[in-house]
């Protein structure tokens, strides 16, 4: 078992001697790291009889995290950037699929720390988001998604939006969907979703350049949503009553309770797939 005192923590790096040494990775294998995803409190609770890994993949072909795997903006991959003090940035892919469990006591017989990188608060706080976000993203209703797969031109309406957002993803937090009093319900035919949209975007990290970013992503997906459905007055399926930029300061916790974050569900299971930006969970990072 873990001590108490034990400076392992959640995000940790196992040296690549410790992963082989627990035959999670062969002893020549240079392209996967092993990363700690239990709960600090887990990992020294008695009742936890394992520490949770996962097996990253390193990220060489284009060494910086892809904005839209960042900040947990995908529900089955994340990048995260491992910082070192005289090394180039450590880049990793993670994916639920590969995570593993090793028993605490060949953990603590075998695992060494990999104290040349480490993983910054901010990057902690997407992981966290990430892990949670599994078990955690709302479901919408079918109607609502039913109607969300329609047809504009040669695409859906999700994947148009994921083309809207795309070029912007470096400064948006999330998308957020109001569906107020419908939140839960099956619209019959010809009744339609009365949306409203929040294009939350980093205040603090993006700034003007941010800003600027959301009202013209709000703007186009304003354009978008009219032309599939129609203007709200006469829209059958969907009506966008509001799409607007919204600073993630000025997000609440009220207003968290009522919106839902939204994600593109079935383009992420594509693992393979760039194109799905939306975030998952329904706390930004």
Known sequence: MLPRDTDWRQGDLLSCEAAAA??????????????????????????ERCVEVIIAELVVKDPKPDPQLSYAKNPR???LAYEATDAAPLILELRHA??????KGDFAGSAAKDHSHALPVDAKRALKQWLAARYGRPAFPNAFEKRLRKRSGK???EQLIA?????????????????GEQRGAEAAEGEPYALSVSVVYDATEG?????????RVAGQLREMFEKTYG????????????????ADTRLTLADLRRVDQWRLEHISLRDGDQGDFLPAGEMPA
């Open 22 to 47: 627990l035959e999670l990775v062969s002893a020549n294998d240079q392209g996967r790291r092993v990363i700690v995803i239990t709960h600090d409190c887990d990992l020294v609770h008695d009742s």
């Open 155 to 157: 695409h859906t309406v």
């Open 98 to 103: 590969d995570r593993r469990s090793v028993p």
């Open 77 to 79: 991959r994340l990048h």
């Open 163 to 179: 083309k809207i957002l795309e070029p912007d993803a470096k400064h948006l937090v999330g998308l957020f969907f109001d569906l």
């Open 231 to 246: 203007k709200p007055d006469v829209a059958t399926e969907i009506a966008l009553d509001a799409c607007e930029a919204v």
């Open 207 to 215: 700034g003007t350049e941010a800003r600027l970013s959301a009202e």
